[in-house]
């Protein structure tokens, strides 16, 4: 599929999945995809946990439930882990968002649907029991302990630990889901100025 195509066919899909697996090849490959997002400082601090089967999933479903996890037949969790951020900017937020808008373009690309789902896990008690379903630890062990009683949220995640940012279901979708409208182009694209349109008569 062309890009184009591709950016223009996502969309997210909340509604039921069709329970046809999806093979771990084509899981790898939206892996890929996330992994080759730019990162601020080349940090390269997203880490991608492939839950292959609805088995795999259904530990971070237990963890915070969300309709959506329960006929999605694979997903993709995306962590982040704060203590390889180097540099006076913490760019975690941006690096993972770049990568999930990748992995989501990556899935269409295949055929597949997905969705960029985060609500289930803002709550701390909530993003803790996904952390721990996914085997992952609140604190990164690599983080020195004396830093760590010290450690404070900073950009929505705990300094020297890991982060749930995102889980991305995959699959086929079980019927036609819901396209959401988008405002119009000269809504939001302005040239030379905000709020300035097009002007034909000086553009070349
Ligand atoms: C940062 C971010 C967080 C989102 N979190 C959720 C979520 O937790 N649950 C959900 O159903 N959709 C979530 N979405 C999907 C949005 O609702 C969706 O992208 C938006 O309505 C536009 O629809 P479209 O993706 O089909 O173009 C999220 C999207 C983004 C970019």
């Given at each position: 599929?062309?890009?184009?195509?591709?950016?223009?066919k996502r969309y997210s899909h909340?509604?039921?999945?069709?329970?046809?697996?999806?093979?771990?090849?084509?899981?790898?490959?939206?892996?890929?995809?996330?992994?080759?997002?730019?990162?601020?400082?080349?940090?390269?601090?997203?880490?991608?946990?492939?839950?292959?089967?609805?088995?795999?999933?259904?530990?971070?479903?237990?963890?915070?439930?969300?309709?959506?996890?329960?006929?999605?037949?694979?997903?993709?969790?995306?962590?982040?882990?704060?203590?390889?951020?180097?540099?006076?900017?913490?760019?975690?937020?941006?690096?993972?968002?770049?990568?999930?808008?990748?992995?989501?373009?990556?899935a269409t690309a295949l055929g597949?649907?997905?969705?960029?789902?985060?609500?289930?896990?803002?709550?701390?008690?909530?993003?803790?029991?996904?952390?721990?379903?996914?085997?992952?630890?609140?604190?990164?062990?690599?983080?020195?302990?004396?830093?760590?009683?010290?450690?404070?949220?900073?950009?929505?995640?705990?300094?020297?630990?890991?982060?749930?940012?995102?889980?991305?279901?995959?699959?086929?979708?079980?019927?036609?889901?819901?396209?959401?409208s988008k405002m119009a182009f000269?809504?939001?694209?302005?040239?030379?100025?905000?709020?300035?349109?097009?002007?034909?008569?000086?553009?070349?």
């Amino acid at each position: 599929m062309e890009l184009f195509e591709v950016i223009e066919k996502r969309y997210s899909h909340k509604e039921r999945f069709s329970p046809v697996s999806v093979p771990l090849k084509d899981l790898e490959l939206i892996a890929k995809a996330g992994l080759a997002a730019p990162t601020g400082n080349n940090s390269q601090c997203v880490r991608l946990i492939i839950l292959p089967d609805k088995e795999a999933i259904k530990p971070l479903y237990e963890a915070s439930p969300s309709e959506i996890l329960l006929s999605s037949p694979a997903a993709i969790a995306l962590l982040t882990d704060s203590s390889v951020v180097t540099g006076k900017y913490n760019f975690e937020v941006e690096d993972y968002s770049a990568s999930a808008a990748q992995m989501l373009l990556a899935a269409t690309a295949l055929g597949y649907v997905s969705l960029w789902l985060d609500s289930p896990y803002f709550e701390e008690e909530k993003q803790k029991a996904a952390l721990s379903a996914l085997g992952a630890p609140v604190l990164n062990p690599r983080y020195k302990a004396e830093e760590a009683n010290g450690s404070k949220r900073e950009n929505g995640s705990l300094s020297g630990g890991y982060s749930l940012r995102v889980v991305l279901p995959v699959g086929f979708p079980e019927g036609e889901g819901k396209r959401r409208s988008k405002m119009a182009f000269k809504e939001r694209v302005f040239y030379r100025l905000l709020g300035s349109l097009k002007d034909y008569k000086n553009d070349t």
